[in-house]
Nanobody
Framework: QVQLVESGGGLVQPGGSLRLSCVAS??????????MGWYRQAPGKEREWVAL???????YVADSVTGRFTISKDNTQNAVVLQMDSLKPEDTAVYYC??????????WGQGTQVTVSS
């Protein structure tokens, strides 16, 4: 069983930045074998993919956040980080961390709320 815990959400004005972190219960092993993703779900909408970091370190982000969001691994915190810059009101959502393991097991965090509003 893998536990994922997200943190870093909050209220920010348009144009501002937030840094979300995802820590796993066995980070030292998990981040080396799992594909780690960030997803978000806005009220009344389906959950959508935002960013991915593969177990080999490749990174991808959705077109809607290209140039504004960056996914990376923070070795000092042993976390997968989603750096969000130039935030827009439409980025408001609950953000979830997801781990896809090689044995096809999938784990989700509990989510962290991001609200972009003036």
């Amino acid at each position: 069983q893998v536990q994922l815990v997200e943190s870093g959400g909050g209220l920010v004005q348009p144009g501002g930045s937030l840094r979300l972190s995802c820590v796993a219960s066995d980070s030292g092993r998990i981040f080396g074998v799992a594909n780690m993703g960030w997803y978000r779900q806005a009220p009344g909408k389906e959950r959508e993919w935002v960013a991915l970091r593969t177990n080999t370190g490749r990174t991808y982000v959705a077109d809607s956040v290209t140039g504004r969001f960056t996914i990376s691994k923070d070795n000092t915190q042993n976390a997968v980080v989603l750096q969000m810059d130039s935030l827009k009101p439409e980025d408001t959502a609950v953000y979830y961390c997801k781990a896809d393991l090689p044995n096809s097991a999938t784990y989700w965090g509990q989510g962290t709320q991001v609200t972009v509003s003036s």
